[in-house]
């Protein structure tokens, strides 16, 4: 069965704009800088306290140094050149250069262990390296013929320009060279299960995501986004994707310790973020709001939601000031986001348009319509992308978005007849959208032979304890269900805590079958974080490996 089809409007935008679509993501770029080159590209926070302005021009003149630097260093088509920074506008030029240059950027999460690195760049067969600091150079330094540093890419810059003088057109002809089907980037999976997989996306992927989001009309160039997700990971790429084709600006900052105080500054309208952001806010305006008439006040006004005019003026327009004022809507993606969350917002007037993808889908391949979200789907395709459900309910996956194949690997089982095998577990609701139940690997079968989707109740609990961080729902072959529970790090445990918890485990049993209710639930003492390795970058939990961690405290729920 496929599902309902993008609409037909936005179906016949994409296939206007693809008329005159650009060869490749590094022309995608270039074209951007010429038809706007006064206007602002990015934003960064200065040293010494507000945010520089710098135009497309500007941009496409650090771009084209840096693309004639490495290609005066003798860089090939589809030479894998890594990346292994936080998210900053150097991490953006850097990207553009590589592409322009004819080069595949290979990202890697600074997060990423000496072990995950060496995997990474020696599978890929990276010549070159940008990395943020010494420590980063200390794990890619043995695996790549040269290290550039971030902050010092002024010897790279300055042969760019002397080759420039000397034949201005070299990087123009570069990158005019590059074609669709080229590679543009090898972004390694975030490896719930096992080593991470080079995805590799080519060129005229990348440029698809653009227009197809382009064609959805939900953005518009005077709009100011917040950067600050992980250009590692496909999310975060295929952010510019978007901003290339519709021409608006970002504000760029990776530090997440500072989104509070720079929302303020920036006074974003769009921001893209993963749910942990989403439920933070969400515990945080709960926790402050508190009991009593203020807290009956705060109830009524979400209830009435913002367009009531007292409602809004008395409380709800406060809560969006906290996001700067401007606010359209935020984007919501890498992992699965509670639907009771995602209408709260909408209520207070922050509508979230949570979308789905894979790193094997450039990310975003079914998506929320901003006005008209359907909360607890991630909406409808992308025009251009085909879904369908398999007859065990597995998504099915069709489109220019899709993955060119496994670096080094056969994709056969994932890539059969052009349709991508996503591994997820969904359905078609009535209004067209999808729905997506769990992971198939993740689906839990109890020793009575009943099935049990822990994604949904994961979500649904962090929606409803405002103390908790990540919830691992665990019962494979079990006679019941249990829980590990990680409090949220700015918790301190206490009894009461504790009481909170167990009275939170209630409610989620109260709307759960009798089979899904957690019969027994522990607190843990750790954290399930990225440095643990029990966490990936995007925040997903790598639910294999923290079952093998916890495995005597698991089998302890059930003595």
């Not at 497309?56 to 894998?80: K, M, N, Q």
Request: with cysteine; net charge negative; proline share 5%.
């Amino acid at each position: 069965m496929t599902i309902c089809a993008a609409p037909a409007v936005e179906q016949a935008r994409l296939d206007d704009l693809r008329r005159d679509s650009p060869s490749s993501f590094g022309a995608m770029f270039l074209r951007r800088a010429a038809r706007t080159p006064d206007e602002v590209a990015y934003r960064r926070p200065g040293s010494e306290g507000g945010w520089i302005a710098q135009t497309w021009a500007e941009t496409a003149s650090a771009v084209r140094e840096i693309a004639a630097g490495l290609i005066t260093l003798g860089l090939r088509p589809e030479d894998r050149v890594a990346i292994a920074s936080g998210t900053s506008v150097e991490w953006i030029e850097v990207d553009f250069g590589v592409m322009c240059a004819g080069g595949a950027t290979t990202t890697v999460y600074p997060s990423s262990s000496a072990e995950e690195v060496a995997h990474i760049l020696t599978d890929s067969g990276s010549r070159f390296a940008f990395v943020a600091d010494a420590a980063q150079e200390a794990k890619v330094g043995p695996h790549v013929e040269r290290v550039f540093r971030m902050d010092g890419l002024g010897e790279l810059r300055a042969a760019g320009r002397e080759a420039l003088a000397a034949d201005p057109e070299l990087v123009r002809r570069t990158t005019d060279a590059v074609g669709p089907d080229d590679l543009a980037t090898l972004i390694y999976t975030s490896g719930t299960t096992g080593l991470p997989k080079g995805v590799r996306i080519t060129h005229g992927a990348w440029v698809y995501q653009g227009l197809a989001i382009q064609a959805m009309g939900f953005l518009r160039t005077d709009d100011v986004g917040y950067l600050w997700l992980p250009l590692s990971h496909a999310f975060g790429k295929a952010l510019l994707s978007c901003q290339l084709s519709v021409g608006f600006e970002f504000a760029v900052d990776g530090d997440v310790s500072r989104i509070v105080q720079r929302l303020a500054e920036v006074r974003p309208t769009i921001m893209p973020a993963v749910p942990r952001i989403f439920e933070k806010v969400y515990a945080g305006v709960g926790a402050s709001v508190g009991g009593g008439l203020k807290g009956r006040l705060f109830a009524w006004a979400v209830k009435a939601g913002h367009r009531n005019v007292l409602a809004d003026r008395l409380v709800l327009s406060k809560v969006r000031a906290r996001f700067g004022g401007r606010m359209r809507f935020f984007i919501s993606g890498a992992a699965a986001l509670s639907p009771d969350i995602a209408a709260w917002f909408g209520a207070v007037g922050l509508p979230i348009a949570e979308g789905y993808g894979m790193t094997e889908t450039c990310a975003t391949t079914v998506f929320n319509r901003p006005d008209a979200p359907d909360y607890g789907t991630v909406g409808r395709p992308l025009p251009g992308t085909d879904v369908r459900i398999a007859e065990d309910g597995e998504v099915l996956l069709r489109g220019p978005g899709i993955m060119s194949g496994y670096h080094g690997l056969d994709s056969g089982e994932t890539l059969v007849d052009g349709w991508l095998h996503t591994g997820d577990i969904g359905e078609i609701t009535e209004s067209g959208s999808l729905r997506i139940t769990d992971r198939k690997k993740d689906l839990i079968k109890t020793s009575n032979g009943k099935y049990v989707a822990p994604q949904a109740i994961e979500a649904r609990f962090k929606a409803i304890c405002p103390v908790a961080s990540q919830i691992l729902i665990h019962g494979d072959g079990r006679k019941y269900i249990t829980a590990l529970i990680d409090l949220d790090p700015e918790i301190t445990r206490t009894p009461e805590v504790e009481a909170e918890v167990a009275a939170c485990v209630e409610r989620l049993n109260a709307g759960l079958n009798p089979w899904e209710t957690v019969k027994r639930f522990l607190i843990l003492d750790e954290h399930l974080d990225v440095e643990s390795g029990l966490l990936t970058p995007s925040m997903k939990l790598r639910r294999r490996k923290a079952e093998e961690r916890y495995r005597s405290r698991l089998d302890g729920l059930y003595t």
